[in-house]
């Protein structure tokens, strides 16, 4: 099993979240809104240890626990509906995962 974890522009969501359900074999996904930042050009000094939170960026994160096969399937989704072409757009991370319970199956 893989997990995905994409932090997108927010405003892509839709987009993203249709592409998703076009996936056969997919159960389903997870969505927060974040907060964080990353390289800038305006960022000349270095961190700012005294940013305020009101100056990250607001991005979604999305996240997929799903079978190996579909896996490229899910990360070519997120990507291509995701994608602007401008700064900025977010990241897609791929994990390994061992196990998958579901609690409404878990017996003694």
Do not use: W
């Amino acid at each position: 099993m893989k997990e995905v974890k994409a932090y997108i522009k927010a405003f892509k969501l839709g987009d993203v979240t249709q592409a998703l359900h076009k996936i056969e074999g997919l159960d389903g996904a997870s969505v927060s809104e974040v907060r964080g930042f990353g390289r800038s050009k305006k960022a000349t000094s270095g961190f700012d240890s005294e940013k305020s939170p009101s100056e990250f960026v607001k991005h979604v994160k999305i996240e997929v626990v799903c079978e190996d096969e579909v896996e490229a399937q899910v990360v070519n989704a997120i990507h291509k509906a995701a994608h602007t072409g401008l700064r900025g757009d977010g990241k897609i991370y791929v994990s390994d995962v061992s196990r998958g319970i579901r609690i409404q199956e878990l017996s003694e």
